[in-house]
């Protein structure tokens, strides 16, 4: 999350909404037309609407890559919460501001240096992932690269084309595991992640080992899920990574 600094150098533009498409009842993907400065792969803006006289924004990690002239967030809908679902209903030529420039920490630089990099998420956690694999930084660093995303419903294993294309570009150095917690998976695994990682299912469908001397780890999604993968890394002699103290893990909480 930004600082108080981060935020006050900021400003808003506004943008125009290009589309705004359903992928499941509560999952969109929305695309705007705003002038973006320069940012680096996982980080975020805020996105900001005047609801009831009353601005309202909320950070959202940008899906698109560096360089894309569209602006795209991947959200979702929470019962009550008034920015979501004031965004769902946005349409094409509607307008929201944009903050500029995006910010935060959840970036390659920041990713400790090793052979095999575990990129894990929950839910909407996704997002900042889909800019960071089609990165050629990414690819320069890491010999090996796995994505595994956990949701409830297989429905909810969106953007598949994206996922497909970076499959095909790295066949042989990247690797898709799709966990579903409330219904069966045949393509994946069925239950959730950590439960995958503690039975060993999850480095088996990898091929590859977790460890404190190959691995480094990126966490992105809700707090349980973070909260419980620290513990059982830590089993692993895997520790947060900090700039004072160097470790293998590097965590960004969604709510």
């Not at 899906?63 to 979501?84: I, R």
Request: include cysteine.
């Amino acid at each position: 999350m930004p600082t108080p600094t981060q935020i006050a150098r900021s400003e808003m533009r506004n943008g125009q909404v290009l589309s705004n498409t359903a992928l499941t009842k509560r999952l969109y993907a929305l695309r705007i037309e705003v002038e973006l400065l320069p940012f680096e792969a996982g980080q975020f803006v805020r996105l900001e609407l005047v609801i009831d006289g009353v601005k309202v924004a909320r950070p959202y990690s940008l899906v698109n890559k560096p360089g894309d002239p569209v602006a795209e967030v991947f959200f979702n809908t929470v019962p009550g919460a008034q920015l979501s679902n004031a965004l769902a209903v946005l349409r094409k030529s509607g307008t929201v501001a944009v903050s500029q420039p995006a910010t935060g920490f959840f970036v390659l630089d920041g990713t400790p240096v090793a052979r095999d990099l575990w990129l894990i998420a929950t839910g909407t956690g996704l997002g900042p992932y889909l800019s960071i694999l089609r990165t050629p930084q990414l690819w320069e660093r890491f010999e090996n690269v796995v994505l595994v995303h956990g949701v409830p419903l297989r429905e909810e294993l969106v953007y598949q084309d994206v996922i497909n294309l970076v499959q095909e570009m790295y066949a042989d150095r990247f690797g898709y595991i799709s966990c579903v917690s409330r219904e069966a998976n045949p393509a994946g695994i069925t239950g959730r992640i950590t439960d995958a990682l503690r039975c060993g299912e999850l480095e088996r469908r990898a091929g590859l080992p977790i460890t404190a001397s190959d691995s480094s780890v990126m966490l992105c999604g809700n707090h349980s899920m973070i909260n419980d993968m620290r513990l059982l890394l830590a089993e692993r002699n895997m520790q947060r990574h900090l700039r004072h103290k160097p470790g293998q893990i590097l965590t960004e909480q969604y709510f």
